[in-house]
């Protein structure tokens, strides 16, 4: 938890000093921010348990943009995504991501359409629960189970698509891949998302 704090804290203030600059000299030509929900399927899995985390995976975040050029957008983001298990564990298993970090992206407008690519570098959290035996609906201690938490380096490329629903709202459509990189190397279960969302434009 204090790493997701300071990790917050820092995009935090960096977004704060970036924006006072900005509006001191006029150089923003607009901001934008939203939330999305997500779902995805992530695979593979950094355990000494041998379990194959394949599952699907959902969650919710947003993010905040500045619009430095016609072109040119950035900000930070946010989000959390629970994959739950059952594969060789007990119900209530689940690996959780956290991340957020400072967002870069590149952005045309074609009328309506707001098509993007643009990425994400950052920090976050993976926690892994594994239940071996016990029911996760009871109040009794569980001896057979695991609690890991492994932070790690984030680079989150993405691509999207926005479609301007009146002067100040937008839907938002993203798919990304999340590369989640800790003191081991490349970090796993590693998949796709999809990201479903609007956004607020001005």
């Known amino acids: 938890m204090k790493i997701h704090r300071l990790i917050l804290c820092t995009i935090l203030s960096i977004s704060v000093i970036t924006i006072s600059n900005a509006q001191e000299k006029k150089a923003i030509k607009g901001f934008s921010g939203g939330m999305m929900v997500h779902s995805g399927y992530q695979f593979g899995g950094d355990n000494p348990y041998n379990l194959d985390?394949?599952?699907?995976t959902f969650g919710i975040g947003g993010c905040a943009k500045l619009h430095l050029t016609k072109h040119f957008r950035t900000g930070f983001e946010g989000y959390v995504s629970t994959a739950p298990i059952s594969k060789g564990v007990q119900s209530g298993s689940h690996n959780k991501l956290f991340?957020?970090?400072?967002?870069?992206?590149?952005?045309?407008?074609?009328g309506k359409f707001v098509p993007y690519v643009g990425t994400t570098i950052g920090g976050g959290m993976e926690t892994s629960f594994y239940l071996f035996e016990g029911d996760k609906h009871d109040w009794e201690l569980e001896q057979k189970s695991v609690l890991h938490k492994q932070p790690f380096f984030a680079i989150d490329p993405y691509v999207g698509i926005?479609?301007?629903?009146?002067?100040?709202?937008?839907?938002?459509?993203?798919?990304?891949?999340?590369?989640?990189?800790?003191?081991?190397?490349?970090?796993?279960?590693?998949?796709?998302?999809?990201?479903?969302g609007f956004i607020f434009a001005h």
């Open 53 to 56: 985390i394949s599952s699907p």
């Open 99 to 110: 991340w957020t970090g400072v967002l870069a992206d590149w952005y045309w407008q074609k």
């Open 162 to 196: 926005e479609y301007a629903v009146g002067e100040a709202l937008r839907l938002t459509l993203k798919a990304d891949w999340l590369l989640a990189i800790n003191s081991d190397g490349l970090n796993r279960p590693m998949g796709p998302r999809i990201y479903f």
